[in-house]
């Protein structure tokens, strides 16, 4: 079993920018794919964004792509998410996940075996 720990969130204002961070301890991540969640308050989780096991692919949800960008230092086990141009529909709670295959980029949230405890990201307005 991998553990996973979310940082970086907290308050920013709308067109601002947040870096989040998730380590990974435990099983090894570096040859899984991985993935970012979020839920805002009275909504369903939602895909945002995954990268390869080796981060040579991403997809993103449109609503982010353009603004959002994943990376991943599999020597350090963790995973990156560069939010820039944050709008206040961006306010969630994020979390990150591994998914259980390394061959393709899933955006299901029943293709992801292990999850973060999330971290909070507010955008004002």
């Known amino acids: 079993q991998v553990q996973l720990v979310e940082s970086g969130g907290g308050l920013v204002q709308a067109g601002g920018s947040l870096r989040l961070s998730c380590v990974a301890s435990?099983?090894?991540?570096?040859?899984?794919?991985m993935g970012w969640f979020r839920q805002a308050p009275g909504k369903e989780r939602e895909f945002v964004a995954a990268?390869?096991?080796?981060?040579?692919?991403?997809y993103y949800a449109d609503s982010v792509k353009d603004r959002f960008t994943m990376s991943r230092d599999n020597a350090k086990k963790t995973v990156y998410l560069q939010m820039n141009n944050l709008k206040p529909e961006d306010t969630a709670v994020y979390y990150c996940?591994?998914?259980?295959?390394?061959?393709?980029?899933?955006?299901?949230?029943?293709?992801?075996?292990?999850w973060g405890q999330g971290t909070q990201v507010t955008v004002s307005s």
């Open positions: 996940a591994q998914d259980t295959s390394s061959a393709r980029l899933a955006k299901a949230e029943g293709d992801f075996g292990s």
């Open positions: 435990g099983r090894s991540i570096t040859t899984l794919a």
């Open positions: 990268i390869s096991w080796n981060g040579g692919r991403t």
